[in-house]
């Protein structure tokens, strides 16, 4: 079945690192590929997506490329700030687009 | 726009207790809908969906219910709470045949 891995965390950096949060997925077809952000107490937010490979989404100083020679949508950002402390979901679309599968999310926390 | 509620925000239930959460969508026709739950520290789980009025798929056997009595209102129950049934719930809605999927703020549900 279909299957999304993202790196486990917690992740710890200080203000201004550049941050790189690792997803590579397993899926019938070619995906849609999503990353969502969490926020305490909160639902998730939609950050960025991509629909076909070498798409690169963007929001808020956020990246991620859909490559898919090496089935991997990883997150980055040159230069994180505090208010990135966040929990974020990594996430592939089924073959019918019914269905998102989700990584299990990667805790960020920022440091000033 | 689109914009999709859930209530309550909380709620702290006994263990034996019936529960019902709703999710109304407003601004969209025919979306389909989503039931996900989140353990304390956890990723997603998928509980149901349902991509039209009546029809709900079922991802996780359990103690819980959805019902999708009109187009944009969709209802988890459960006749009998268990204590395993803490968690934060999450309603999602997205468009037919189209992802992503955008998100409630969700219920943080507490059984004493």
Redesign the interface.
Known sequence: GDSVTQMEGPVTLSEEAFLTINCTYTATGYP?L?W?VQYP??????LL?ATKADDKGSNKGFEATYRKETTSFHLEKGSVQVSDSAVY?C?A?NF?????T????TRLTIIP | SQTIHQWPATLVQPVGSPLSLECTVEGTSNPNLYWYRQAAGRGLQLLFYSVGIGQISSEVPQNLSASRPQDRQFILSSKKLLLSDSGFYLCAWSRIGDQPQHFGDGTRLSIL
């Open positions: 849609s999503f969502y107490g909160e639902g998730l937010q939609l997506k979901f996430a679309s019918g687009n019914e269905k998102l989700f990584g299990t999310g």
